[in-house]
């Protein structure tokens, strides 16, 4: 594939670096997708591995825009084992795949602040709890301060000073 023609030389120089990872970081509409959609395509003519690369976006649409752009670069069968998507639909695939390592099972469900919200809204009803000492905001954040330091809902019950 000649590049060249439609890159600018930065564009070119992540395109066919074969070394290593490559970060582009450029404003909007400053052609990061087409740089990244012709470097994947040219990895995969070079012969490396689709499940060898990872393409994480920040937007489900770039994601689906760059696979199509490189299935017709490279062809839909080999598109389709590319390790592409946003952080989260990546990495929350990687979980289902491997978190039986860590004891999870695969049909977990990932829940946004919404669902969260409504959950313990629910729980703190169903318990019987008073809705002005357990206000939902600040049961949230405290269950994401046990999360970042790493606290176990069985640490917690053993320590419930915490």
Known sequence: MDFS???NEPQFEAVEAMDGPVMVIAGAGSGKT????????HLLRAGVDPFQILALTFT???????KERIGQLVGFAEARNLWMGTFHSVFAR?????????????SFTIYDTEDSKKLLTTLVKEMGLD??????????????????????????LQEPEL
């Open 5 to 7: 023609k439609e890159l």
């Open 34 to 41: 087409r740089v990244l959609t012709y470097r994947i395509a």
């Open 60 to 66: 489900n649409k770039a994601a689906r825009e760059m």
């Open 94 to 106: 990687i979980l289902r795949a491997e978190g039986g390592r860590l004891g999870y099972p695969q």
């Open 131 to 156: 809705k002005d000492l357990y206000k939902i905001r600040t049961v949230q954040n405290r269950i994401s301060a046990f999360k970042n330091s790493l606290i176990t809902p069985d640490v917690y």
